[in-house]
């Protein structure tokens, strides 16, 4: 193949991505992590941005500061998520850059081809989070080091550098991969000693820059209790594996197909790569972050999460190209076919759900503020309908509503931090907005079951969010997910909030919309 002809293939395949991801990009709602980078870019002054940061989450200001420039155009959800399809796009011929530096060209081409269309990252890519930035500067920080190593490009050294203390900013697990470059510069065969002084300049220079969030780092290291899944090993291996070939939210015999093909195609993969450093590079980019995460989850800190090594997820791509450009032909060829009916069976999939759109919220939302009555409560059911995303949706002329948030546990991100965070946020707002020009809607009341005991609320009106597929229905709760027949969705949704179906009793009012269901309940 052609260089001319591979750039064709490539920008075919940019287009093709950009056309996937803009179908109905503005369709569904917001959901609650989305509002949360919403919520925290809003703010008037790139100042407050980061002081927000710094109190409240345990993500570092980079991306919050992106999308509070990005929203100086527009606020809307197309607009919010139009970002993260071009990191997307722009991820495609860099991938395609070191494929061809590493392996072949060939290698490269379907390399590009399999990240455009593959669903785990389309998924991500479709999202107003940080996430595929963390994928642009991943790979671009990994081509700026292939170009270094390879060629001594001053150019590529500065890539490299700089792309890595971006990736830091943007997320602390981007960490993971500095931490696999590090390995490929002392055990990855190019040459030590050549490399060893730009490898101390990159070394002090990266950490040297992000120790003024260092400690910031360790307060969300140290006292929260983690993100990730606290599955055993093997489990949270598994759902890695069949997330990257298809994405999310698929029957398990789907996941399990996926599962095996990814693990089958990287492995004749790294058998077909060229041996030498070309194919350790590749294995230590692909390896060594799954691997960190792994030791920290079964050293007791739940951090493992497919989102979060979505640095990582390109080396394995590329490992899937080797199998079907490099390897014996029918291998190959069962390769290409396996992996693309699994992405094409994601992507129907996916187009068959029906998330709460953007207009059933805000309809949802006037209706229930219409017939709200003194003593009444909105109660919601999962991350869809959560209380930062009725906050987005909320008529601007409606005044902010007192909003019962029920969580049992009595825990925001594992107690104390979140007390810290709430403190010190309340403190910096006051002292740098003591006019209250900052509006971040109203602070949630967390309630226990006791209050539902007790009766203490006339009516409830509880949001539930449904995602419908052509036979079955998948219910979306937080950290796990129901399969349920559409006859019982209703219980199973109920399940999360046990107290309300003893102390109240349905009044036979439902307002049902897109993905979006409202009932209402009566004290007993």
């Given at each position: 193949m052609?260089?001319t002809?591979?750039?064709?293939?490539?920008?075919?395949f940019?287009?093709?991505?950009?056309?996937?991801?803009?179908?109905g990009l503005?369709?569904?709602s917001?959901w609650?992590d989305?509002?949360?980078?919403?919520?925290?870019?809003?703010?008037p002054s790139?100042?407050?941005?980061?002081l927000n940061a710094?109190?409240?989450?345990?993500?570092?200001?980079l991306?919050?500061?992106?999308?509070?420039a990005?929203?100086f155009v527009?606020?809307?959800?197309?607009w919010?998520?139009?970002g993260s399809v071009?990191?997307?796009l722009?991820?495609i011929p860099l991938?395609y850059?070191?494929g061809?530096?590493?392996?072949?060209?060939?290698?490269?081409v379907?390399a590009?081809?399999?990240?455009a269309?593959n669903?785990f990252?389309?998924?991500?890519a479709?999202?107003a989070r940080?996430?595929?930035?963390?994928?642009f500067?991943?790979l671009?920080?990994?081509?700026?080091?292939?170009?270094?190593?390879?060629a001594?490009s001053?150019r590529g050294?500065?890539?490299?550098l700089l792309?890595?203390l971006a990736?830091v900013?943007?997320?602390?697990?981007?960490?993971l991969?500095?931490i696999?470059?590090g390995v490929?510069?002392?055990t990855?065969?190019?040459?030590w000693a050549?490399h060893r002084?730009g490898a101390?300049r990159?070394?002090?220079?990266v950490g040297?820059?992000?120790?003024?969030?260092f400690p910031?780092?360790?307060?969300?290291?140290?006292v929260?209790?983690?993100?990730?899944?606290?599955?055993?090993?093997h489990?949270i291996?598994?759902y890695?594996l069949?997330?990257?070939?298809?994405?999310?939210?698929?029957?398990?015999?789907?996941l399990?197909?996926?599962?095996?093909a990814?693990a089958?195609?990287?492995?004749?993969?790294?058998m077909?790569?060229?041996a030498?450093?070309s194919?350790?590079?590749?294995l230590l980019w692909?390896?060594?972050?799954?691997a960190?995460e792994?030791?920290l989850?079964?050293a007791g800190?739940?951090?493992?999460?497919e989102r979060?090594?979505i640095?990582?997820?390109?080396a394995w791509l590329?490992?899937?190209?080797c199998a079907?450009?490099a390897?014996?032909r029918?291998?190959?060829?069962m390769?290409?076919v396996?992996i693309?009916?699994l992405?094409?069976?994601?992507?129907a999939?996916?187009?068959g759900?029906?998330l709460?759109t953007?207009?059933?919220?805000?309809e949802?939302l006037?209706e229930?503020?219409a017939?709200?009555r003194?003593?009444?409560?909105?109660?919601?059911?999962s991350t869809?309908?959560?209380?930062?995303?009725?906050?987005?949706y909320l008529?601007?002329?409606?005044?902010?509503?007192?909003?019962?948030?029920?969580?049992p546990q009595g825990?925001?991100?594992?107690?104390?931090?979140?007390?810290?965070?709430r403190e010190?946020?309340?403190?910096?707002?006051?002292r740098l907005?003591?006019?209250?020009?900052?509006?971040t809607g109203?602070?949630?009341?967390?309630?226990?079951?006791?209050a539902f005991?007790?009766?203490?609320?006339?009516r409830?009106?509880?949001?539930r969010?449904?995602?419908?597929?052509?036979?079955?229905l998948?219910y979306?709760?937080?950290?796990?997910?129901?399969?349920?027949s559409?006859?019982?969705?209703?219980e199973?949704?109920?399940e999360?909030?046990p107290?309300l179906r003893r102390?109240?009793?349905?009044?036979?009012v439902t307002?049902?919309y897109?993905?979006?269901?409202?009932?209402?309940f009566?004290?007993?």
């Amino acid at each position: 193949m052609t260089k001319t002809s591979a750039r064709v293939w490539v920008g075919t395949f940019v287009a093709a991505a950009a056309v996937l991801c803009m179908i109905g990009l503005g369709r569904p709602s917001l959901w609650i992590d989305e509002t949360h980078s919403y919520e925290f870019s809003a703010l008037p002054s790139a100042g407050l941005v980061v002081l927000n940061a710094a109190a409240r989450d345990a993500y570092p200001p980079l991306y919050f500061l992106f999308l509070h420039a990005w929203m100086f155009v527009s606020r809307t959800e197309v607009w919010m998520r139009l970002g993260s399809v071009l990191f997307h796009l722009g991820g495609i011929p860099l991938l395609y850059l070191i494929g061809t530096r590493l392996v072949s060209v060939e290698a490269g081409v379907a390399a590009a081809g399999l990240l455009a269309i593959n669903p785990f990252h389309l998924a991500f890519a479709t999202e107003a989070r940080m996430y595929a930035p963390v994928e642009f500067l991943a790979l671009l920080s990994m081509w700026g080091l292939v170009e270094w190593l390879q060629a001594g490009s001053r150019r590529g050294y500065r890539v490299f550098l700089l792309a890595g203390l971006a990736l830091v900013y943007t997320h602390f697990m981007g960490a993971l991969v500095l931490i696999a470059q590090g390995v490929i510069l002392v055990t990855g065969g190019w040459g030590w000693a050549k490399h060893r002084r730009g490898a101390y300049r990159w070394a002090l220079i990266v950490g040297g820059c992000f120790l003024p969030w260092f400690p910031l780092f360790l307060k969300a290291a140290v006292v929260t209790r983690g993100y990730g899944s606290e599955l055993p090993v093997h489990e949270i291996t598994y759902y890695f594996l069949s997330a990257l070939g298809v994405g999310f939210w698929h029957a398990r015999w789907v996941l399990s197909l996926a599962a095996l093909a990814v693990a089958l195609a990287t492995a004749v993969g790294l058998m077909a790569a060229p041996a030498g450093r070309s194919r350790r590079f590749v294995l230590l980019w692909a390896c060594i972050p799954v691997a960190v995460e792994l030791l920290l989850s079964a050293a007791g800190k739940p951090v493992f999460g497919e989102r979060t090594l979505i640095s990582a997820t390109p080396a394995w791509l590329l490992l899937i190209a080797c199998a079907m450009t490099a390897g014996p032909r029918f291998p190959a060829a069962m390769t290409a076919v396996l992996i693309g009916g699994l992405s094409g069976i994601s992507y129907a999939h996916l187009i068959g759900f029906s998330l709460p759109t953007a207009p059933a919220h805000r309809e949802a939302l006037a209706e229930v503020l219409a017939q709200m009555r003194p003593g009444d409560v909105i109660v919601h059911s999962s991350t869809i309908t959560y209380h930062p995303v009725h906050e987005y949706y909320l008529p601007r002329s409606t005044t902010v509503y007192e909003d019962f948030l029920l969580e049992p546990q009595g825990e925001f991100h594992g107690g104390r931090f979140g007390t810290w965070s709430r403190e010190m946020w309340r403190k910096v707002r006051d002292r740098l907005d003591p006019a209250g020009t900052i509006h971040t809607g109203a602070d949630p009341h967390r309630v226990g079951d006791q209050a539902f005991l007790d009766r203490r609320f006339r009516r409830v009106w509880y949001f539930r969010a449904t995602m419908e597929g052509t036979k079955r229905l998948w219910y979306l709760m937080p950290s796990m997910l129901y399969s349920a027949s559409s006859d019982r969705i209703r219980e199973v949704a109920l399940e999360e909030h046990p107290a309300l179906r003893r102390a109240y009793r349905r009044d036979g009012v439902t307002l049902e919309y897109p993905g979006l269901v409202v009932e209402r309940f009566r004290r007993r």
